[in-house]
């Protein structure tokens, strides 16, 4: 059995579209597989809501920045 707690946070309108917006990885995320994937998910969505994901942060006008952890079984 799988448990996972999940926090997300906004301040966006939600009349907004059409926007371009750029992941963001920390130093540790940037050579990482997992954070790829869990990036790739994320832009996925916006792209559905319309948003578009550009390669260079200074054509962004968003800056999306993710957080996650995996903790050890307990027992």
């Known amino acids: 059995r799988v448990q996972s707690q999940v926090s997300s946070f906004s301040s966006l309108a ?4 059409g926007e371009p ?3 963001l990885p920390n ?3 940037a050579t990482s ?3 790829n994937y869990y990036a790739s998910s994320v832009a996925r969505r916006l792209e ?3 948003w578009f994901r550009v390669m260079d ?3 962004a006008k968003y800056l999306v920045l993710l957080d ?3 903790e050890q079984k307990r027992r």
């Open 14 to 17: 939600p009349t907004t579209y």
């Open 21 to 23: 917006f750029f992941m």
């Open 27 to 29: 130093e540790q995320q």
């Open 33 to 35: 597989v997992e954070y």
């Open 48 to 50: 559905r809501k319309g």
């Open 57 to 59: 942060s200074t054509k």
């Open 68 to 70: 996650y952890r995996i």
